[in-house]
């Protein structure tokens, strides 16, 4: 059997669809894998911020015309890019287990005296939900006197937003930690055509030049379905349902649905400043 594998072209979606091949090939050692990597509306827009993007799905629309017309058997996304509501053509057909779903706060060690003296901490994110949420908490959590915390808008794949952070003015940024986690195993999903040695290597050495905190989940809800992945397929599919299921974990698969099904009845996605009220 022969699949047709889809995802961004971004290191991190790549490992995440190799995990999902992976998976597949333990299951069924017949299977044979062809990858598709493309630029979605989302990554070729690196000027707008997220929330000032024209619609919902722009990570993960421009894929569905390609199962829904078999050009593709199956699309890998980071689950939180996909919008609440599906147009029916498709199904999420099933998920690995779930990764650490906690963000992650780094700052520059060389900024940390700058943010002693003025009493500002200046960060980058491209989550409203992060900067409504973290804003007094950092002020009550960091290790230093805070006056204010400062947000500025960040884009771009995990490594872009690491550079910026370390050419920016902005002293440090928040990321999702399954992020961070899954690029610094990259190694283990390393095949003849990808070789993520370099990038593991890159994200470590901007790591040792930062001070990190685990951002708790009590100060800082994440996302709905932040460290989950989900294969989408078409809905007339019914052999790869079959397929899917043997490596879907129904616990990761439930809490998201219900994570999502509650997102949903407060009429945003995952860049919605909070859904507590």
């Known amino acids: ?3 047709i594998i889809a995802c961004r072209k971004s290191d991190l979606a790549r490992i995440q669809a190799y995990m999902v091949g ?3 090939k333990e299951n069924n050692s017949d299977i044979e894998i062809e990858y598709q990597f493309r630029s979605s509306l989302g990554d070729e827009n690196q000027d707008d911020p997220l929330w000032k993007m024209p619609s919902q799905g722009v990570f993960t629309k421009d894929f569905r015309n390609d199962l829904v017309q078999g050009r593709v058997d199956m699309v890998v996304h980071s689950w939180k890019d996909l919008p609440t509501k599906n147009d029916g053509s498709t199904i999420l057909a099933a998920t690995l287990p779930r990764a650490d779903h906690r963000d992650l706060l780094l700052v520059k060690k060389t900024a940390l005296k700058g943010i002693k003296n003025r009493k500002i901490l200046k960060l980058l994110s491209s989550s409203p939900r992060r900067m409504y949420n973290l804003k007094s908490f950092l002020k009550k959590a960091f290790p230093a006197k805070l006056d204010n915390v400062e947000f500025s808008s960040v884009r771009g ?3 872009t937003r690491l550079d910026k952070m370390l050419k920016h003015e902005a002293d440090g940024l928040i990321v999702a930690k399954a992020a961070i986690d899954r690029l610094l195993l990259a190694n283990k999903y390393s095949n003849q055509s990808d070789n993520f040695e370099q ?4 994200i470590r050495s901007v790591i040792e030049q930062c001070s990190w ?3 708790p989940t009590s100060a800082n809800p994440p996302a709905a379905a932040q460290g989950a992945i989900v294969v989408e397929i078409a809905k007339n599919r019914k052999d790869l349902s079959e397929l899917l299921e043997a490596i879907n974990c129904k616990q990761t698969f439930d809490d998201v649905e ?8 407060y009429g945003s996605g995952c860049h919605q400043k909070s859904v507590s009220g």
């Open 199 to 202: 990038s593991a290597l890159s």
């Open 1 to 3: 059997m022969r699949l």
């Open 157 to 159: 794949n995990i490594q």
């Open 258 to 265: 219900e994570e999502r099904k509650i997102l949903n009845s």
């Open 213 to 215: 905190m685990v951002l």
């Open 22 to 24: 992976n998976a597949l």
